[in-house]
């Protein structure tokens, strides 16, 4: 137990950097495991936790580099790019004769998604590369993959089904047959002593042990890293078993942010006092409350029970989101009781008067059938106007499904010059809905803004000088806000700039 302790505690403050924090050891009265409790009162913005992690790339596409996560762009210097491509190339030479024998293929059979496989042979690499010969950045960030390992031994693994299971250790044992014995030796040597310390039954002793160990904590606790300039956008995934300690709530205090370069920083959305624990969340925070916790039941194995789920009516378009509107008024209606499932007929939901509507009464049967028929006219609305009459007569502007239809329209009608116009008032209909359903300083929601803004500035007429000044003050208050959450210097603030 103890060397456990001190292997996760010494991970934590070698990445972290910042000792106003305490990492709490003590199981959480509901078992959500370890927590992370503010030691002294944060400021907004405060940077908690920064961590470099072992990932791997999103996509196949190859736009997205293999070992930093961006994308390259032809202005950057040789010199800037020299590190990726010597670590990337070194990496080629494990993985090479792999895909020419056709492993990904046979694994693929298994189930297994080509990501795992890829992070499984990034870690393996750790211990059958050496840092000789590479330039100094990519040796260090070799470095910093290894150090993510020892950090790994505390964390919960997670296996969705037995059929996952047996499917993940088929795909382990086909891969560590078709290394070179000297790999699978060096790799065992190194990877071992993380299932031994780690509290998940005896060992055998074996990589491919380790592998499936690896699988079952990256189902758990996987981040996402997201491109520094386009916070929507996901570039890369794996093991970030630090900023893995902080807890999960629907209503958090902390975002996690990207940095260029694959690196992760936990920071705080707004000033929390000494003694508050910390929370990011591992949702999609515009999700409905049933999605939200159906969702963090199948890939954490957790039924939240954060301040938001619990208090659904403390959050004001905590219904808009998933509800239809109240057919007299307009007004997002609301289960009558908090436990109603929406699929038992005897439920109703109500248009309540303490929150400013009529009192109509609805059934659960009426309920369905306004969503149903919303999602049918959605699905074919191909003009601003037919989502409008659905806004007007069947659900609030901030349900999940306008912002969806919204999300489309835009995609759709910003390829024709014409229609830009038109194209612009969605994204900046879904940035006000965005706006109210997450906090203030919510990564994604800033860059949603900023499309919103950019797009606004590249329409506004010529000359038309109150118009300029008001966007430019409007880009003014969003830059502000951005260089809280993401910091000073960081790529997506640069680029908060009017194109003349
Ligand atoms: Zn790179
Ligand atoms: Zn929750
Ligand atoms: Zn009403």
Not at 412 to 431: F, S, T
Not at 463 to 482: H, I, P, V
Request: include cysteine.
């Amino acid at each position: 137990m103890a060397a456990r302790t001190e292997v996760a505690g010494a991970a934590a403050y070698a990445a972290v950097g910042v000792a106003e924090l305490l990492w709490d050891e003590s199981r959480h009265p509901l078992g959500a495991g370890w927590r992370v409790v503010a030691k002294k009162e944060l400021a907004p913005g405060t940077v908690v936790v920064r961590e470099i992690g072992c990932a791997v790339a999103a996509s196949e596409s190859g736009a997205i580099c293999p070992v930093c996560f961006d994308m390259h762009t032809s202005t950057q210097e040789e010199s800037e790019l020299a590190p990726c491509r010597a670590l990337a190339a070194r990496e080629q030479r494990i993985l090479a004769p792999l895909m020419q024998a056709g492993l990904f293929d046979e694994l693929q059979a298994y189930g297994v998604d080509r990501q795992l496989v890829l992070l499984w042979l990034r870690v393996i690499n750790l211990a059958a590369t050496t840092s000789d010969d590479l330039p100094a950045p990519a040796a260090a960030r070799l470095q910093a993959w290894r150090d993510t390992l020892w950090g790994l031994a505390h964390q919960d693994v997670s296996a969705p089904s037995d059929t996952w299971l047996n499917g993940v250790t088929m795909a382990a044992v086909v891969l560590v047959q078709g290394l070179p014995p000297a790999v699978v030796a060096a790799a065992t040597d190194l990877l071992l002593p993380l299932v031994q310390q780690s509290s998940h039954g005896e060992s055998s002793g074996s990589l491919v042990e380790v592998l499936v160990l690896l699988a079952g904590m990256l189902n758990r606790n996987g981040y996402s890293v997201r491109a520094a300039r386009e916070p929507n956008r996901e570039t890369a995934w794996g093991h970030f078993p630090v900023i893995a300690l902080v807890n999960h709530s629907c209503h958090p205090n902390c975002a996690v942010v990207s940095r260029p370069g694959g690196e992760l920083e936990v920071r705080t959305l707004g000033t929390v006092r000494a003694g508050a624990e910390l929370f990011v969340s591992y949702v999609d925070l515009t999700l409905p409350r049933a999605e939200r916790q159906a969702h963090l039941l199948a890939s954490k194995e957790f039924t939240c029970t954060c301040y938001r789920c619990q208090h659904p009516d403390a959050f004001p378009h905590e219904h808009e989101a998933s509800m239809p509107s109240c057919p007299q008024c307009g007004l997002a209606l609301r289960w009558t009781q908090t436990s109603a499932s929406g699929k038992d007929d005897t439920e109703t939901a109500t248009c309540y008067s303490d929150a400013g509507g009529c009192g109509a009464v609805v059934t659960a049967s009426a309920v369905q059938s306004r969503l149903t028929e919303a999602r049918e006219a959605l699905s074919q609305a191909g003009e601003p106007s037919a989502v409008a009459d659905v806004v007007g007569s069947l659900l609030p502007e901030e349900h999940a499904l306008v912002m969806q239809a919204r999300l489309r329209l835009f995609a759709r009608l910003n390829k024709d010059e014409a229609h830009r116009e038109g194209a612009q008032e969605q994204l900046a209909k879904v940035a006000a809905s965005l706006s109210r359903l997450v906090p203030t300083l919510w990564p994604e929601l800033l860059e949603f803004e900023w499309l919103a803004l950019r797009s606004a500035h590249a329409l506004a007429c010529e000359g038309d000088q109150s118009d300029a000044s008001r966007l430019n003050s409007r880009l003014t208050a969003l830059r502000s806000r951005a260089e809280r959450i993401f910091g000073l210097g960081h790529p997506f603030v640069e680029q908060l700039q009017f194109s003349t």
